[in-house]
């Protein structure tokens, strides 16, 4: 009989521990369930990158240079032209100009300070200057020293340069002849001037 009790008391014992072994699991299973985090939201997807743009070509760069000569200073194409206008003969001489790509109007008063500006855009330049005289397709009969003698404006350095002495003999002349020695007589060729002289002295 005691033996009986005995086991009665243990299988008891046994249940009561099986009942508090399974209560403590639940707790602890309840506990870390609340300990858990929410799942995050699902994240959106990464949007696509912009597509990055080109850096900007140098040719457009290159180009507003150029036209930024053309505006400011002689345009690489433009013609450029050099005239000397002489007073006597009313002719013009001309040359090209040259090493005045890029110069500005005022580049060029510096540089010539003896020529006008008539025109400055990109296609064309024009420098003029007015200078007395005649131009180099003339020979000029003059009086120099007392004698006559013929002067030429030299094509190159636009300087008038006696080129003949002839000091032909003009003690006849009358003074309104002489003083129009003295201005200058334009010919054309030196055959006219012999044939004037002959008519002098005949």
């Keep these: 009989m005691f033996a009986a009790q005995n086991r009665a008391k243990l299988y008891t014992l046994f249940s009561a521990f099986g009942i508090a072994l399974f209560l403590l699991g639940v707790s602890l299973g309840f506990q870390a369930g609340a300990d858990t985090p929410p799942p995050s939201p699902a994240q959106p997807p990464a949007e696509a990158a912009a597509p990055q743009t080109p850096p900007p070509s140098a040719e457009p760069v290159a180009a507003a240079r150029v036209d930024a000569i053309g505006q400011a200073g002689i345009h690489p194409q433009a ?8 007073g006597s003969c009313g002719h013009i001489c001309s040359r090209q100009g040259e090493g005045v790509v890029g110069c500005t109007q005022s580049d060029l008063n510096e540089r010539f300070p003896d020529y ?3 025109e400055f855009n990109k296609d064309k330049v024009v420098l003029r200057q007015q200078k007395p005289g005649y131009c180099p397709a003339h020979l000029i009969l003059t009086m120099a020293e007392g004698k006559t003698v013929i002067m030429q404006t030299d094509a190159q350095t636009l300087q008038s340069e006696r080129i003949i002495d002839p000091a032909w003999d ?3 002349a009358d003074a ?9 007589i334009a010919f054309d060729e030196l055959a006219q001037i012999d044939e004037f002289i002959e008519n002098l002295e005949s």
Excluded: N, P, R
């Excluded at 309104?176 to 200058?184: D, M, S």
């Design 116 to 118: 006008a500006i008539e």
């Design 176 to 184: 309104a002849l002489v003083k129009q020695l003295e201005a200058g």
């Design 170 to 172: 003009i003690s006849g």
């Design 79 to 86: 013609d450029v032209v050099i005239e000397t206008a002489f």
